[in-house]
């Protein structure tokens, strides 16, 4: 019989050291969640853990790579031991930012297509077979999968990036239906264009007025407006949810 659980107790958050993934790192934290930080950028993720201790918030970080599968093994063991079996799963984790440039599809080399794929897709399928055993073991479990609205609109130039975001999406709904009767949940946030460092480098300051224009709630997104959609999804009330994809875009594409 599934556990009912009133605040998930140990959230895990990949890429969670910074931009989105801090967001939402801070966002479970204050809410009450221990917060497992699992990234690569070891300098950010440890200062971001020591802030959220500094101010009586649980958080660790932990070194991960999401394309090894000895770590994601390994981060499933030390949150066995150090923290506590994981209730929420947030694959957040992607290759966006250091993408450089749109380009062609004609000049995206077949080392580029295959690292965003390593990186993008292969990375939360490695850490959710992982982690799942802890969710089954407590019959209780929400995994979320951050995917994209470049999947909706087409975004020339860019697509490794919007075939790993559509992979994602077809991921989600296949473990959505293999996890269900253990008390799992599977489903994925689909960000539009959020106004920070990493978008900004890729598309420069101009570029963000234009995108505000075409959406129905015509204003800049802000990391902020995720979290509701993160809250809805890692909560008890998105119980009888699964499989699905939840755009968050103030209105620009409709699924």
Known sequence: MNQV????????ITGGARGIGAAFSRHLAERGDAVVIADLLEVEGELLAKQLRSEGHTAV???LDVTDETSAQA????????VGLVSVLVNNAALYQGLGEKRPFTEISVDQWDAVMRVNVRGPWLVSKALFPHMAEGGYGRIINIASTTVHSGVPGFPHYVASKGAV???TRSLAREV???G????AIAPGLVHNESSVTLNGDDYFPVAARSRAIPRSMEQTDLLGALDFLTSPASSFVTGQTLVV???NVFS
């Not at 659980?5 to 895990?12: K, L, N, Q, R």
């Not at 981060?75 to 150090?82: D, G, M, T, V, W």
């Open 5 to 12: 659980h009133s605040t998930p107790s140990v959230s895990v």
């Open 61 to 63: 970080f932990r070194t």
């Open 75 to 82: 981060l499933a063991q030390f949150c066995a031991a150090e």
């Open 169 to 171: 999406i077809g991921m």
């Open 180 to 182: 269900g009767a253990a």
């Open 184 to 187: 799992v949940t599977v489903n």
């Open 249 to 251: 875009d103030g209105g």
